[in-house]
């Protein structure tokens, strides 16, 4: 066959490791001789060098063939591989297909070089190509699962199993028995495969600073964010010379490496799957593995620190420190929780759970005799929500709840459709020997008829109530015992009479002329 009469391809060379020195020559060489026996000529080649063929997106080369065949641009008629663990160790051997099926699609076949056999799409082709890809997965699962288990083995005897060493801390090189060698660089890796990692204080300035941290957290009760804001105004540099973050100055106060242990298997990223963070019951601790930057009585302080504050509870711990207080107090307020030093604070109660009220619900605290005077606010809306109860459970038949905003404003229907809007009135002295009830119209409700529902003076329990046609004022305003205004409705008696008044008030106010005739 002539030079006119050969046939254009490309080939893609890879190799996993830096360490497979002639990987990529050896794959070339094979691939050529192939070449030469088929009929092709290589023109072009991709290649991806020290690349996992786990994932395609670190795939520089194969994703550069893949754009240049679907685009239509390649000037080869085929791709040339090794073999079909080259190719790529997908765990899902679907992609694999996936993408030699692109290129074949485009004209552009794949032709796998060392294999036994052809890639001519033939029945004992395909299974034995789906044989290969499977045990070219399997192969990267069970290499995994070896490397870990060498990795587990060393995080046990203390030794580093790669990543950064962190702020205040440096990589010191050593030999199986620990002596140094020398420090690493960053960037820098071991050249011997005997010899180990582990870490070590690095330099004094940095010390000084992670111990500063320290300080200001166990002796000055100071937020992560309050100590990176103090180290940025400082003028204190991080690595790289960037600024502090309250992320790594909780790094810096959480991890043990700061106090010599050495801590393997915290995340799991096996096979480039996502990240997860994984229990401390699966960590791997190595106590005093390297020279520690704090004493262990000062971490120790520093964890419960910590666990303390109200950002690392969880729900569950915040709504027991609620009931621990009810227990040891007999009730609960918005003054007792904000001078509780065990307690967060009401503001991080309604920041988590919508409202104290609703933190007060979960606890089973809600009742309108269960709250103090200074929580008037809490009282008043237990008293509506066991109005309403009440009402409900009298006319089962007759009346459903309906929310306004998924929290305790909500209104009463009847089953007739009228809406009936829910006014609690708290009693209140604007000046002295003077006894009048606040009245906060609910713009969206001003004109429903409204169960009007006063409080005695104490505003423990019910004075009165009144069904009206509607509120005719705009905003928040106040009425006498004997008020005139409140003659526009009819007060009941007895809660008994709750639906017939109040169908008889919305009949009266439908027969009534508009305003102004």
Same mark, same amino acid.
């Given at each position: 066959m002539t030079a006119n009469q050969l046939v254009p391809a490309a080939q893609y060379l890879r190799m996993s490791t830096e360490h497979q020195q002639y990987s990529l020559e050896n794959q070339s060489v094979a691939i050529q001789r192939y070449a030469e026996t088929q009929g092709f000529e290589v023109v072009l080649t991709y290649r991806d060098t020290a690349k996992s063929g786990l994932v395609l997106r670190h795939r520089v080369g194969l994703r550069q063939l893949l754009q240049d065949v679907v685009s239509g641009t390649a000037t080869y008629r085929a791709i040339l591989v090794y073999d079909v663990s080259r190719w790529g160790r997908f765990q899902d051997t679907d992609e694999s297909a996936h993408y030699e099926f692109l290129c074949k699609s485009a004209g552009v076949p794949v032709h796998y070089c060392a294999e036994t056999f052809a890639n001519d799409g033939s029945l004992p082709s395909l299974v034995m190509k789906a044989l290969k890809r499977t045990m070219a997965a399997e192969y990267s699962r069970e290499l995994g699962i070896k490397v870990f288990e060498g990795q587990k083995r060393l995080a046990r005897l203390g030794f580093k199993q790669g990543g950064a060493p962190g702020y205040g801390l440096r990589r010191m090189l050593v030999s199986p028995d620990r002596l140094p060698k020398q420090l690493l660089a960053d960037g820098e890796q071991k050249s011997i495969a005997t010899d180990r990692v582990i870490l070590v204080p690095g330099p004094a300035h940095e010390v000084q600073v992670v111990r500063e941290i320290y300080r200001m957290l166990v002796s000055e009760k100071r937020s992560v964010h309050a100590i990176a804001r103090e180290l940025n105004r400082r003028g204190v540099a991080y690595i790289g010379g960037s600024k502090w973050h309250p992320k790594t100055v909780g790094i810096i106060l959480t991890h043990p490496k700061y106090v010599g242990c050495h801590v393997f298997n915290r995340t799991s990223y096996k096979l480039y799957t996502p990240s997860v963070r994984l229990p401390k019951s699966e960590w791997i601790l190595k106590p005093n593995a390297f020279e520690s930057v704090v004493d262990e009585t000062t971490f120790a302080e520093a964890q419960k620190v910590l666990a303390n504050r109200t950002i690392n509870k969880s729900d569950a711990d915040v709504l027991d420190d609620l009931r621990a207080l009810l227990a040891s107090e007999?009730? #609960?307020?918005?003054?007792?929780?904000?001078?509780? @030093? /065990?307690?967060? =604070?009401?503001?991080?109660?309604?920041?988590?759970?919508?409202?104290?009220?609703?933190?007060?619900?979960?606890?089973?605290?809600?009742?309108?005799?269960?709250?103090?005077?200074?929580?008037?606010?809490?009282?008043?809306?237990?008293?509506?929500?066991? #109005?309403?109860?009440?009402?409900?459970?009298?006319? @089962? /038949?007759?009346? =459903?709840?309906v929310s306004r905003n998924g929290r305790w404003r909500s209104l009463l229907r009847l089953h007739k459709g009228l809406m009936i809007s829910l006014i609690i009135a708290r009693c209140v002295r604007p000046w002295k020997d003077a006894v009048r009830w606040r009245i906060d119209a609910i713009r969206y409700e001003s004109q429903l008829v409204t169960l009007l529902a006063r409080l005695d003076e104490g505003n423990r329990s019910f004075l009165d109530f009144h069904i009206l046609p509607d509120i005719d004022r705009p905003s928040t305003f106040r009425v006498s015992l004997q008020d005139s205004w409140l003659e526009r409705g009819k007060r009941l008696s007895d809660l008994s009479q709750f639906c017939e008044v109040a169908a008889m008030v919305w009949e009266t106010k439908k027969s009534a002329p508009p305003c102004g005739l």
């Open positions: 007999g009730k #609960l307020s918005i003054a007792l929780i904000q001078n509780s @030093p /065990d307690v967060p =604070s009401p503001a991080s109660y309604a920041r988590r759970f919508g409202t104290m009220q609703h933190a007060y619900e979960l606890i089973g605290y809600g009742r309108s005799a269960q709250f103090g005077p200074l929580d008037v606010g809490h009282r008043t809306r237990a008293l509506r929500r066991e #109005l309403v109860a009440q009402i409900v459970g009298m006319f @089962p /038949d007759d009346i =459903s709840i």
